[in-house]
């Protein structure tokens, strides 16, 4: 039987997206007070760039474009890392986590990310009110960062579980399933269309066992786990 249920948080739980734009406002907020610039116009420039496929060099084409030369680009990582960002659970994530935390299991959420990125994101979010336990995989250094198998490891010591009782969420199969995998963990994509790796073929050993489409669905799920005797 299934007795723990683990998430991902970033693209699983909430839209990705929202904590981008939410960091790209408070550096835009910062540069325009600084430079007397017009935010709309920094603001247009990072989320323009970021919607046309722009990754990770964001800020180094915004000082660019804008030609802000002294500007330090560490500094405006920190802001955007640091900021508390204004982002929401997803409709089937809230519905689906305030059903489960009426049933008999364990909830676990493993995030990567910046420490204190994902502390703001969990405060944000209100996760703590959900989750049985939360391991943010930086505050255990970048040895936990999936695809390590450090963190359901330690997930499942702490559940005092086996790994064919229990199920794992996530969204990007570059990282997400391998390990549990390997663990015998099984493994839940959640694709709704919208999300940033929701697109991304892989091959098997990456892949998860099983794909839906809203999390809604989940409960239906584990129940013919369940009951196809599959563990």
């Not at 030609?67 to 802001?79: C, G, Q, S, T, Y």
């Not at 703590?128 to 695809?147: Q, S």
């Not at 199969?173 to 390997?182: G, I, M, T």
């Amino acid at each position: 039987m299934i007795k723990a249920i683990i998430f991902d948080m970033d693209g699983t739980l909430y839209n990705e997206k929202e904590y981008v734009i939410s960091g790209f406002r408070a550096v835009a907020e910062y540069l325009s007070v600084k430079y007397k610039m017009s935010f709309n116009k920094i603001f247009e420039i990072l989320k323009s760039d970021f919607d046309n496929g722009l990754r990770k060099k964001n800020f180094d084409v915004l000082v660019e474009k804008l030609h802000l030369n002294a500007e330090k680009i560490n500094n405006l990582v920190d802001i955007y890392r640091k900021h508390k960002p204004s982002i929401s659970l997803y409709p089937d994530a809230k519905t689906i986590l305030n059903k489960l935390k009426k049933e008999d299991l364990k909830l676990g959420l493993i995030t990567d990310g910046w420490k204190e990125s994902q502390e703001n994101k969990i405060s944000s979010l209100n996760l703590r009110d959900y989750f049985d336990l939360i391991i943010i995989t930086d505050a255990y250094g970048k040895e936990y960062w999936k695809p390590s198998e450090k963190p359901f490891k330690l997930v499942l010591s702490k559940f005092g579980l086996k790994p064919n009782g229990t199920v794992y969420i996530g969204d990007n199969p570059s990282k997400d399933f391998v390990a549990a995998k390997k663990l015998g963990i099984w493994t839940v994509r959640i694709k709704r269309g919208s999300g940033e790796y929701d697109y991304v073929e892989t091959d098997d050993e990456h892949e998860a066992d099983y794909v839906i489409s809203s999390l809604l669905s989940l409960k239906e799920l584990i129940s013919k786990i369940n009951q196809k005797g599959e563990i």
